[in-house]
Structure formats: C-alpha cells, structure tokens
C-alpha cells in the first residue's frame, strides 16, 4: 500500500510545486467560499434572517481561508524550512517611518477627510463616525489574511510581473474573493444596486489598495508592514463609515476610491512599474 501512495504523493507535491499560485488561489478561495455555502445551508439559505452573529461567522471563514493555504502549503512544499520563512517575514520591522506612515496613515487621512469635507458641503449625517471596536476586526484581517496574499502569493507574483502588474493581478483575486460574502451580507439591503457597489467599493477600490500595498512590499520586504496596511484599511473602514443612505455611500466611497487611484498614478510615476527608485549615473558616481 506505501508504495502505490508514495508515488501518488510525488506526483501531487510535483503538480503543486509547479503551479503554486494556481494551488494557493483554489485553496484559499475553496475554504473561503465552501465555508460560507455549508454555513448558509445549515440556514436554509434564508438570506432575510442574516444576524451580527451570522457575519462574525462569515468574517472569520473568511479569514482563515487565505491564512490556511498558505501555511498548509508552505509545509507541503518546504516543512518547517517554508514555515520558518513565512513567520520570519512577520519579524521585518526596521525599515523607513515612512512606510509606517503609508502603511498606517493613508486610509484614516483620505477617509476622515473626504467625510468632514462632504458632512460640511453634502449633509451632516457624512459626518465621520468612531466604532473603535472596529480596529480588533481590522487587525484580525490584517494578520490572518496576509499570511496568504502577501506572505504566499505576492512573492510569487513578483517573480513572474513586475510590480505594478502582479499588484494588479492579486487585487483582483482578492476583491474576487471577496464577492461571495459581500453578496451574502448585502444583497437584502441594497437589491439590484449591489453589483454598482460592489464594481466601485470591492474592485475598483481594493486592487488600486493592493497596488499601494505591493508598492510598500516592493520596498521594505516586511510581512508585518503588510499586514499593518491591511489592519488599517479593514478596521479604519469599519470605525470611520457613516450610515448613510445607498446614495450618500456611493458618492463618497467612489471619491474615496479615486483618491487612492490618485496615490497610486503619483506612486507609478515617481517609481516606476517596478516600483523602486532608479538611481541615476551621477547619484551613483557621488555615492
């Protein structure tokens, strides 16, 4: 019997070393959304009677899917070797403050900002709003998700596309991965509207963030620093958002969202599709 599973086991760790990213993504998004598919069938699908509790749930399928690939693959592929790479990622810590301040600040700054601005000119009800449990939701996404999209996919993105492209590449998959739960918490409320906020707020919104996000990678190599980013936009998001009319939400997230494609064009142009500065002959002649 060992010998008819060993080759078997072979062929599979061959198969998946030459398509990790490929296995990475089915992986992630086969825990993510067959979690969420038995979770709402338990339910009888009854998507009217969704709760608080029902999308803690969801949120946290969510999380463990991206997580839970990378480590199961880091271990099928390379043992405690990949695993003790993975972690020690998480240990980059000294790089420039001002990648902290990129990492940490841009999302609050560019949010509370565009919300005081629209509750003075729009209506008050704009105004920014301050659920500071929101930062626990924003940390436990940060760090369980980047376990898998920086941690695992990035690199491997990187070593294929140049950094504007795979930045491009994974913040598609993620807000793809994304859509599942999105539909399942909103689609009571918001009907046939949905997908318009999906368009804006999911895609057009998460892959210009994740193109900033391989922007600070690029340049310090910290999974920490990644993870600090997510926490930021995920808990920010959360503690900041107004409730307000479908209307009013889509006027200032589709300011939000271009505000962060604003950031990345000046990033692209000071950097570069790579991303990196580019010292010039007499920079390096001084040097």
């Not at 990213?21 to 009854?46: C, D, E, H, Q």
């Amino acid at each position: 019997m060992t010998s008819l599973q060993s080759p078997t086991k072979t062929k599979m760790k061959s198969f998946i070393q030459r398509h990790q990213l490929v296995a990475f993504f089915v992986l992630a998004y086969a825990i993510t959304w067959g979690s969420i598919f038995a979770f709402l069938a338990s339910k009888g699908f009854r998507l009217d009677e969704f709760t608080l509790t029902d999308g803690v749930l969801i949120f946290l399928m969510m999380a463990l899917g991206p997580s839970t690939s990378s480590i199961v693959l880091h271990a099928w592929l390379d043992g405690r070797k990949g695993l003790g790479e993975l972690f020690g990622k998480m240990r980059v810590w000294r790089v420039g403050v001002q990648w902290y301040a990129v990492a940490l600040l841009t999302v609050p700054v560019l949010t509370f900002v565009i919300l005081s601005v629209l509750s003075i000119t729009v209506s008050p009800s704009l105004a920014p709003n301050f659920l500071l449990f929101g930062l626990i939701i924003g940390v436990l996404a940060g760090f369980l998700e980047e376990l898998g999209w920086t941690g695992f996919a990035l690199p491997r993105l990187l070593n294929k596309h140049n950094a504007l492209t795979a930045g491009f590449i994974l913040g598609v998959l993620w807000a793809v991965w994304h859509m599942f739960a999105d539909y399942v918490g909103n689609i009571n409320t918001m009907g046939s509207s949905w997908f318009t906020h999906y368009f804006v707020y999911w895609i057009l919104g998460l892959v210009a963030y994740r193109i900033l996000m391989t922007w600070v990678y690029v340049n310090t190599k910290s999974l920490l620093l990644a993870q600090l980013m997510h926490a930021s936009y995920t808990g920010w998001q959360v503690v900041l958002t107004p409730t307000v009319s479908f209307e009013n939400t889509m006027l200032w997230q589709t300011i939000f969202v271009a505000g962060l494609w604003l950031i990345v064009a000046l990033v692209v142009v000071t950097y570069g599709v790579n991303f990196v500065r580019t010292r010039t002959a007499s920079a390096l002649r001084a040097a």
